[in-house]
């Protein structure tokens, strides 16, 4: 008993348990959905702060330990190796004293039952704190393990972005901000900051965005004036935008695909002028929960079906829309700040069949919207494949269907569509192109 009760309260413990899952291919969203009953409420956000730096650096310090380690460790000893690139994160990118940390990283490796690796651990970590640079300089001449991106990833950006993949490389490796949606139809961003600030909180505009504002300093939403009575959300700035490219009218029937978890689905009602009505729909229910969750909070109404866009059936599928948003599965490589595991669970390969995924939505849904009706095609995907390409593969298939060119000031004109870059104006990296059925 006891020794269940020190792993439920240890997060470092915790932490190796969910990296050697992730390091086997499950996500970090999914992994720390079931976290909160293992480890005590306190702790909790030092648990995420372990999980998502060390998946942030994974790459870096994985051949760091290949260098430590004289033999490679077994298979089944992947919770020690996750816990030794969780000790050299913390030695290496946090605010820990080194002695703690590296005396509580020893001490998890006993609540994890694997009293033979302590020493292991032990010698590992203080050896990095004895021929640190030396180490490093090692590692990082290894373009991958320098930037902490994986190869392939690193190849497709300098190809798309020649000028700027440097930055994007390091935009993905910092803490993205915390940006706000201001529910406009309940107060205006103005009156909210002043609510921020009786509370003895500060945030900033976004230009050119009229909702959004980027907290100074990142907090619990749920601890947000006004968060639990609706007149705030957390939505980066960039996924912000579609509810204005959507150019929404009085009364029209909108639909939202792909909608989880609900963010755009109920900015496009908050920003609709005398209201429209929605139909969500997501192949993914226990996703579709977090939709009726938002709406419910937000005190909104819409349609909500379980549905999948490339086979569309049932009563959402048989009638027209005259808009359609289209925010399709992608790579998520512009959110990766956000969500780091993406270097290691996305693969080269895996581009191909999401692109030929978006192409059989795009084909599917596109008989949904009305005649003189837009959709607006969206992903959070810096590839071109995903992006420009794709847009102009539909095109050039689709006789009733025009480009109508994105006028704005933010993020970069494509030759179809626009683009948001991770970092810029506080943005995570969207791409949008708005679709007119002629």
């Known amino acids: 008993m006891k020794r269940s009760h020190a792993r439920r309260g240890n997060p470092r413990a915790t932490a190796a348990q969910l990296l050697q899952q992730l390091s086997a291919g499950r996500s970090l969203s999914e992994l720390l959905a079931g976290a909160p009953g293992n480890v005590p409420p306190r702790d909790l956000g030092l648990l995420k702060e372990f999980c998502f730096g060390t998946a942030r650096w994974w790459l870096r310090l994985a051949p760091l330990a290949g260098l430590l380690l004289k033999h490679p460790l077994k298979p089944r000893d992947g919770d020690i190796h996750a816990l030794i690139l969780l000790g050299l994160y913390q030695l290496e990118y946090m605010r820990v004293a080194p002695h703690a940390a590296v005396a509580e990283t020893v ?111 990142p907090m619990d939403a749920i601890d947000l004036p006004g968060f639990t009575q609706g007149l705030v959300s957390v939505q980066d700035a960039g996924a912000q935008l579609a509810a204005g490219l959507l150019d929404l009218q009085r009364g029209q029937r909108v639909l939202d695909v792909c909608a989880a ?37 937000l005190g909104l109404k819409a349609e909500i079906q379980v549905g999948d866009a490339t086979h569309p059936a049932g009563p959402w599928a048989e009638r027209h829309y005259q808009r359609i948003l289209l925010d399709v599965p992608c790579s998520a490589t512009g959110v ?103």
């Open 107 to 217: 001490e998890a490796v006993r609540i994890l039952d694997k009293p033979w690796a302590a020493a292991l651990v032990n010698g590992v970590l203080r050896r990095f704190q004895r021929e640190r640079e030396t180490l490093l300089a090692r590692v990082d001449r290894d373009p991958s393990a320098r930037h902490a991106h994986p190869q392939w990833l690193m190849e497709a950006l300098q190809k798309e972005w020649p000028d700027r993949w440097e930055v994007l490389v390091d935009a993905a490796n910092h803490r993205p901000p915390m940006t706000l949606r201001v529910n406009l139809a309940r107060i205006s961003r103005q009156t909210y900051f002043e609510r921020l600030q009786q509370a003895s909180l500060s945030a900033r505009p976004v230009p050119g965005i009229p909702s959004a504002a980027v907290l100074d300093q």
């Open 261 to 297: 978890p609900g963010g755009k689905s109920t900015h496009l009602l908050e920003s609709a002028p005398g209201g429209v009505t929605l139909t969500a729909v997501d192949i993914d229910a226990r996703r579709i929960a977090r939709v009726r969750e938002n709406l419910e909070r």
């Open 336 to 438: 990766i700040r956000r969500h780091p595991d993406i270097k290691l669970l996305r693969k080269a390969g895996d581009i191909p069949s999401l692109a030929a995924q978006q192409s059989r939505i795009l084909d599917t849904i596109w008989p949904l919207l009305q005649s003189g009706g837009m959709l607006l095609y969206a992903t959070c995907s810096l590839l071109p494949e995903e992006n420009r390409e794709q847009v102009k593969r539909f095109l050039a298939a689709t006789k009733d269907a025009r480009e109508k060119p994105i006028d704005g000031t933010w993020g970069h004109a494509c030759e179809f569509g626009r683009q948001t870059l991770p970092g810029e104006d506080t943005m995570d990296g969207f791409y949008y192109a708005c679709l007119q059925k002629v």
